[in-house]
């Protein structure tokens, strides 16, 4: 066989005139009106809370006799503190894909620690001992709750279902199932009940509470998107073994992330005694899931990965605008449990619509 090759190089050059000239094409991008949306919410999560506050309040304005006075929603703001507080403990953990159905037992205990050891005759502590102590059980209870999550592999939803019945028994058994009274506390720690002091801002009346939920909310956005630590809780949502892969403690973020939400409720309980003006064991306990239901209306996905703090604070503004709504239009209470429940799956299917278009 001979070595020389049968073709030359000038023979291939003839040939190229020859060759297909059309240039490779893909399929155009969807442009409608529709996947414009789709990609703006879906880049924006708060808009959705947003639209729909907007849209309710215009609705129940129209709707209802006295909706859009001033001390109406005033009213609103303060009813929803509590809710916003805890929903944005929720938020953070169902960031990671997770989820918290102990969160308002952990708000009544720590509330109750902070007000039986600063009025019973037997304790009567400062305030700078049972505020540091109410906020620091709370975050061991989240602690605990995260340790059984990570270090157990239980899932979140049944380690918070099981440590809910836990804490609730708990309660009733620390408390004897007492209140603390609202006299007892004027008397003998005032302090507790300072976020529940109103001030006047135009023509409403604001409690120092709904400040100091707007100020969590602040800082716990800071913390999820200006900080190391909250990028590694947006990482472990997305993909927790990818995380782990790229050297993130998946683990040790997890726990933090529980603990973070108790000592979020425990600041919540302290917010929660200035709100009734008093503390029951059998108090908030809704609180539960209209955090979840206020987080989910506010954009933050359940399976992780995307959350808006702003949005969480959003949706429960929006809870509170439709039970007040709904009782200024004349509606029973149950149609008030119908809307929420609507609402939570109109904001589940919404949420399932953008994840399928960023796939």
Not at 115 to 129: C, E, H, I, N, W
Not at 304 to 316: K, Q
Request: charged fraction near 10%; proline fraction near 3%; hydrophobic fraction near 50%.
């Amino acid at each position: 066989m001979s070595d020389t090759p049968t073709k030359t190089i000038s023979d291939f050059e003839a040939k190229l005139s020859e060759a297909d000239k059309n240039v490779a094409s893909f399929e155009s991008d969807d442009n409608t009106l529709v996947a414009r949306a789709r990609q703006f919410l879906g880049a924006n999560p708060t808009a959705i809370p947003f639209i729909i506050l907007v849209v309710s309040v215009l609705g129940f304005g129209l709707i209802a006799n006295n909706f859009l006075s001033a001390s109406t929603l005033s009213l609103i703001l303060k009813q929803v503190t509590v809710t916003g507080v805890i929903a944005i403990a929720q938020t953070i953990v169902i960031l990671t894909a997770g989820i918290d159905l102990s969160v308002g037992a952990m708000l009544v205990i720590s509330a109750m620690v902070m007000g039986r050891f600063a009025t019973l005759a037997m304790y009567q502590y400062p305030l700078f001992v049972v505020i540091p102590m109410g906020i620091a059980i709370g975050g061991l209870m989240g602690t605990f709750n995260g340790l059984l999550v990570t270090k157990a592999r239980i899932p979140p939803f049944i380690v918070t279902l099981g440590t809910l019945y836990i804490f609730n028994s708990l309660k009733l058994w620390y408390t004897g199932s007492e209140s603390v009274r609202n006299a007892d506390l004027e008397q003998f720690a005032p302090g507790l009940l300072w976020f529940g002091t109103p001030f006047n801002l135009g023509n409403s009346a604001i409690i120092y509470g709904t400040i100091a939920m707007l100020i969590l909310a602040g800082v716990a956005w800071y913390m999820l998107n200006r900080t190391a630590w909250g990028r590694h809780v947006h990482a472990v949502g997305d993909d927790a073994d990818a995380a782990m892969l790229s050297g993130i403690q998946v683990d040790r973020t997890l726990i933090s992330v529980y603990a973070l939400a108790g000592l979020i409720c425990g600041i919540g309980a302290w917010i929660a005694i200035g709100r009734v003006q008093s503390m029951s064991p059998i108090a908030f306990e809704t609180v539960n899931l209209d955090s979840i239901t206020a987080v989910v209306i506010g954009g933050t996905s359940l399976f992780g990965g995307r959350a808006s703090i702003a949005g969480s604070v959003l949706g429960a503004i929006i809870v509170g605008v439709f039970n007040t709504g709904l009782s200024l239009a004349g509606v029973d209470s149950y149609w008030q449990l119908f809307a929420s429940g609507c609402l939570t799956i109109i904001a589940v299917a919404i949420d399932q619509w953008l994840r399928r278009a960023s796939k």
